[in-house]
């Protein structure tokens, strides 16, 4: 059996650890294929901070703890899909916003749901 590593997720630095050596995020490493260049910087924010938004009212959905009537009217139709995709599809969250990484490849990421 492998031995385990431990991962540690810095929030407000968005820093994985692995047994307290640094790895890329999948962000990080996907960041490489990607030329942003020509996108304004404050653009580039305002789409990441809204789609952590985005992230956190699925998050918190999926095991029971959103107050729907408190959501910034913007994110509801994001939601509202993503409601929509788990009855269509019959799907089940069985894990959500779940931390994980690659020992060999050594990324790190968070997995949606």
Known sequence: MAERLHLQFDQAAHRYTVDGQVWPSVTQVLDL????SRVDLRV???AAQFGDHVH???????????????LDAPL?????AWKRFIAETGASVIESELR???PKLRYAGTLDA
């Open 33 to 36: 294929l990607q030329d942003w």
């Open 44 to 46: 580039l924010m305002a």
């Open 56 to 70: 956190q009212a699925c998050h918190l959905w999926n095991v029971g703890r959103l107050d729907e009537d408190s």
């Open 76 to 80: 509801v139709p994001y939601l509202n």
């Open 100 to 102: 994980v990484y690659h």
